[in-house]
């Protein structure tokens, strides 16, 4: 199984990425998925996630409103659509995906078997 994040770079503050994670050698249509994030200095956390295949997601207070998780499981894709940008948002992005997730653990990396390479951040102010 292998996922593969793409999409990070440099942006200014207020800009906008959007975050992508192809999963290969596995059907992850009715797994629980999320992203992580790790910035420099500390601990990685929870940035959003769906349970299963049920369409409703889970965000980080950080992030509620400006942030959106989405999936595309013809193309076995996950994606993060991360609007108005700040430079705390700077971070190491990790997407992951497990189909033995409980709706009370989604936002526990510890809950998750299947992790990307992370793709890197930047946001300058």
């Known amino acids: 199984v292998q996922l593969q994040a793409s999409g990070g770079g440099l942006v200014q503050a207020g800009g906008s990425l959007r975050l992508s994670c192809e999963v290969s050698?596995?059907?992850?249509?009715?797994?629980?998925i999320a992203w992580f994030r790790q910035a420099p200095g500390k601990e990685r956390t929870f940035v959003a996630g769906?349970?299963?295949?049920?369409?409703?997601?889970d965000y980080a207070d950080a992030v509620k409103g400006r942030f959106t998780i989405s999936r595309d499981n013809a193309k076995n894709t996950i994606y993060l659509q991360m609007n108005s940008l700040r430079p705390d948002d700077t971070a190491v992005y990790y997407c992951?995906?497990?189909?033995?997730?409980?709706?009370?653990?989604?936002?526990?990396?510890?809950?998750?078997?299947?992790w990307g390479q992370g793709t890197l951040v930047t946001v300058s102010s």
């Open positions: 992951s995906t497990s189909s033995s997730v409980i709706r009370s653990n989604v936002a526990s990396q510890h809950a998750y078997a299947y």
């Open positions: 769906m349970f299963r295949n049920y369409g409703s997601a």
């Open positions: 050698g596995r059907t992850f249509s009715r797994d629980t």
